[in-house]
T-cell receptor, first 109, second 115 residues
């Protein structure tokens, strides 16, 4: 089965700082999804990457999929308290998504 | 659409009792997923249905867990008998896979505590 490893496990950054979260797969990715989860709530879709070298941005969040399609990174520029939460990467497996354990982000004033 | 609706939001039950979690997927979605989230194991896929048919239940922990989808607008996840180690947040999600895109929409989850 495909395993996804996320790093770091948790992150505390000062407001305004940039940060990067990584997601590494044990197998080639045929669809990599990034979700955000606010504490105590469900998951919200951020973006999906399919092609090697692909990069997508939404507001201050940018996600990339490497050329070999086994690693993705999520970069947040000028972090804000609203960015706090758990970020999860998910890999497509048939109709379903299998997820990494998540990266917990806290943004301090 | 109201999104994926799960009930109850919170459930506290005693060990040995039967627990039933409910899910209403987004109208028009033909795939439904049950996940369990814990600190130790993260978000685990338990089972998923496509067109109301169970496709993969390999994630169901043991026979105490069962899931049904009697129609396109309703699914249940049942635990009988419940045990303290079943305490977790259970999520239901639905999707309408198109080509290579299988974006899933998640409910707010049911936080289950078994004492």
């Amino acid at each position: 089965s495909q395993e996804l490893e996320q790093s770091p496990q948790s992150l505390i950054v000062q407001e305004g700082k940039n940060l990067t979260i990584n997601c590494t797969s044990s197998k080639t990715l045929y669809g990599l999804y990034w979700y955000k989860q606010k504490y105590g709530e469900g998951l919200i879709f951020l973006m999906m990457l399919q092609k090697g070298g692909e990069e997508k941005s939404h507001e201050k969040i940018t996600a990339k999929l490497d050329e070999k399609k086994q690693q993705s990174s999520l970069h947040i520029t000028a972090s804000q308290p609203s960015h706090a939460g758990i970020y999860l990467c998910g890999a497509q497996s048939g109709y379903a998504l299998n997820f990494g354990k998540g990266t917990s982000l806290l943004v301090t004033p | 659409d109201a999104g994926v609706i799960q009930s109850p939001r919170h459930e506290v039950t005693e060990m040995g009792q039967e627990v039933t979690l409910r899910c209403k997927p987004i109208s028009g979605h033909n795939s439904l997923f049950w996940y369990r989230q814990t600190m130790m194991r993260g978000l685990e896929l338990l089972i998923y249905f496509n067109n109301n048919v169970p496709i993969d239940d390999s994630g169901m922990p043991e026979d105490r867990f069962s899931a049904k989808m009697p129609n396109a607008s309703f699914s249940t996840l049942k635990i009988q008998p419940s045990e303290p180690r079943d305490s977790a947040v259970y999520f239901c999600a639905s999707s309408f896979p198109t080509g290579m895109n299988t974006e899933a929409f998640f409910g707010q989850g049911t936080r289950l505590t078994v004492v």
